[in-house]
């Protein structure tokens, strides 16, 4: 809040004293102009429907004939959870993703920003080319990889058998053990230039002046990333380690597209297989997949905020 | 680095020969990089100008001439209609983009002001940004039943209204951020001149909020263009859908015309891609803010 102190010639005319004075009564006309409209909308469009998804989790919601009959069935749907052999797979998917992506991710992109950091030339174009596969839509990501992967002619196999790794062209998104790792790097490579990026501001905030200084005191260069840029990250590092593992938790698009969670819900995450419990399967009950939306939104809220206790304890010394 | 004039040392010594080579391994390393990230746009590309035909005989050559067939096709061929797609994306993402701009606005500005500062206002603040948090899927379901409840499946109104909610929590901090950082003279100016609190916003503040509502535009603008999940959720008819939904359906049914379905990526990134060559600082800037304030 602002103290109106100043000691300016206008401040005791009446004209000011009454605005001053006016300024005192609190403005709830406009306060409710500005604020109702956004708050109203974000009620109704969402909170009702977390509120609502809370609620059906614990119904069973059926249509018979035309008719929905919602039951009560208490923390059944919840019950069902740890049996549901997909969901199961699901979350062990999701959680390796979550996991391992963001790692990859992190050190590409750490590494990266630091070659370029170290003023190499054509910086300027790397950070928009790199940063390009972040606008195209998840479909056309999702689908031009799936194309590169195809086992018969796509891009990689072709080139694999091109120069002799006949042994290496498997048949990608059909066995048991790949898909879910082509879902990892298709993903890396589509989202690994908003993380690259992000670090790169953050190295450019670092004022040169440390760095110099950490030279004329001899020190090698990877002393200086170690000792000096490194640790000045970290706030941003953080930043990027946790937007990381939430995005890959929620991730939807490239992975339906790519795999559509097959071959035999072998690469299912939580998220495809939300979708597929609630608008695929003949099954009408939307109970089920509420129940899995709500446990699925604590599991996340749980691992955020493990993930921002590991992170943030090493900041103490 | 400072030359030594001592003629006794070589021209070239150890330190700068490696220096050189340090530099251009490093470049060839970011350029195969930049390759790597590159090879599918460049992929597509070629495909979309060649036929089927020499797509399925040679799929990695060279297109022979450029070959605007596919193209004309798919834009002007009446039963493909691709033109369809985008006028439905074109639609939803205009709508939802003015809306979200008219409520961010207003919100941030009765959020960033001190003026307007009460009790509870940090409160509504927080529960705002706590969308943030939610997974989509917590949230679709309902939403699918309100829109059916409603008669709104497989309208604009569907996608604007729930494109638009997905977003507010972003555009409004956005907003408020920026409000808060302007000073109070020129608002406390516009009052003692009589104006109302929401000429002063109009026509004295907002015009000054330039810059972040550029920011809000393109981010939006991007989210709303690409978006997947509710498209293909909420509109089932073909007719109705927004180029994402469009093009699984599309790829789909041409899976074996490498060609069209080639062209058809391409068109769908182009006008992203086109403003993004134009506006890329604004582009990055804007999409990191969030990040990096936060």
Redesign the interface.
């Known amino acids: 809040?602002?103290t109106k102190a100043h000691a300016s010639p206008g401040t005791f005319t009446s004209?000011?004293v009454s605005?001053r004075n006016v300024?005192r009564k609190?403005?709830w006309?406009?306060?409710l102009?500005?604020?109702a409209?956004?708050?109203l909308?974000?009620a109704a469009?969402?909170?009702?429907?977390?509120g609502?998804?809370m609620y059906?989790s614990f119904h069973t919601i059926e249509a018979n004939l035309g008719q929905i009959t919602t039951t009560f069935v208490g923390l059944d749907n919840y019950k069902a959870l740890p049996d549901d052999k997909i969901f199961i797979q699901a979350v062990k998917n999701t959680f390796i993703w979550s996991t391992v992506g963001p790692t990859i991710e992190l050190i590409t992109a750490v590494g990266?920003a630091l070659?370029?950091y170290f003023k190499?030339?054509?910086f300027r174009?790397?950070?928009?080319?790199?940063?390009?596969?972040?606008?195209?839509?998840?479909?056309?990501v999702g689908?031009?990889?799936r194309w590169?992967f195809n086992y018969d002619?796509g891009?990689l196999n072709?080139g694999l058998r091109a120069i002799g790794l006949d042994s290496l062209a498997v048949n990608w998104l059909g066995r048991r053990d790949t898909p879910l790792a082509v879902v990892i790097f298709v993903h890396f490579?589509a989202t690994f230039?908003?993380s690259f990026?992000?670090v790169l501001?953050?190295l450019s905030t670092i004022s040169n002046d440390l760095v110099e200084a950490a030279r004329v005191d001899g020190a090698s260069t990877r002393q200086i990333v170690w000792r000096v840029l490194i640790p000045l990250l970290r706030p941003?590092l953080i930043?990027v380690t946790l937007?990381s593992f939430?995005g890959k938790?929620?991730a939807?698009?490239v992975v339906?597209?790519l795999t559509g969670g097959g071959p035999l819900h072998f690469s299912e995450t939580?998220?495809t297989y939300?979708?597929k419990r609630?608008?695929l399967w003949r099954s009408i009950d939307?109970g089920y997949?509420?129940a899995?939306?709500?446990a699925?939104?604590g599991i996340?809220?749980l691992g955020?905020g493990l993930l921002k206790l590991w992170l943030g304890r090493k900041e103490t010394y | 680095m400072t030359t030594k004039s001592i003629p006794m040392k070589p021209a070239i010594d150890g330190r700068m020969v490696r220096h050189s080579v340090r530099?251009v391994l490093?470049?060839v390393?970011?350029m195969s990089?930049?390759l790597?990230?590159?090879?599918?746009?460049l992929?597509?590309l070629a495909m979309s100008f060649r036929t089927t035909g020499e797509i399925l005989t040679d799929?990695?050559g060279l297109p022979t001439r450029l070959n605007f067939d596919n193209y004309s096709k798919l834009f002007f061929d009446p039963e493909i209609g691709f033109y369809r797609y985008f006028g439905n994306s074109s639609i939803v993402t205009l709508g939802a983009l003015m809306l979200t701009l008219?409520?961010?606005t207003?919100?941030g500005?009765?959020?960033g002001r001190?003026?307007?500062?009460?009790r509870f206002?940090g409160w509504?603040f927080a529960?705002?940004l706590f969308?943030l948090?939610?997974?989509?899927?917590?949230?679709?379901?309902?939403?699918?039943?309100?829109m059916t409840k409603y008669g709104l499946l497989n309208t604009y109104w569907a996608l604007i209204?729930?494109y638009?909610?997905s977003q507010?929590?972003v555009s409004?901090y956005l907003m408020a951020t920026y409000f808060q950082s302007l000073p109070?003279e020129l608002e406390?100016a516009a009052?003692?001149d009589g104006a109302?609190?929401?000429r002063v916003?109009r026509q004295v503040m907002l015009p000054l909020a330039r810059p972040a509502v550029a920011t809000v535009i393109l981010i939006n603008f991007?989210q709303f263009?690409?978006e997947?999940?509710l498209a293909v959720?909420m509109v089932t008819k073909p007719d109705m859908r927004t180029?994402?939904a469009a093009?699984?359906l599309f790829?789909g049914e041409n899976s074996a015309d490498y060609a069209m379905?080639a062209s058809s990526?391409v068109a769908?990134?182009l006008p992203?891609?086109l403003l993004?060559i134009f506006l890329?600082d604004k582009?990055?800037e804007g999409?990191?803010a969030g990040?990096?304030k936060?």
């Open positions: 809040m602002t004209a000011a605005s300024a609190k403005p006309g406009p306060i102009l500005f604020l409209p956004v708050m909308f974000y469009f969402v909170l009702y429907p977390v609502a998804t059906n990266l070659l370029v190499v030339p054509f174009f790397y950070r928009v080319a790199w940063f390009t596969p972040m606008l195209v839509s998840g479909v056309i689908l031009v990889w590169i002619w891009l072709v490579w230039g908003f990026v992000l501001a953050g941003v930043t937007l939430m938790m929620r939807f698009n339906w597209v939580v998220a939300i979708q609630a608008f939307l997949p509420s899995m939306a709500v699925w939104f996340v809220l955020v | 530099q490093v470049t390393l970011l990089v930049t790597l990230i590159i090879i599918p746009f992929w597509m799929p990695y008219a409520l961010s207003l919100g500005y009765g959020f001190s003026r307007y500062d009460f206002r509504l529960l705002l969308a948090m939610l997974p989509p899927q917590i949230m679709y379901i309902p939403q699918f039943q309100m209204l729930l638009t909610a507010l929590p409004t109070e406390e009052r003692i109302s609190d929401l916003f991007l263009w690409n997947l999940l959720t180029l994402p093009m699984m790829v379905a990526l769908a990134m992203i891609l993004y890329s582009f990055i999409l990191t990040a990096l936060g």
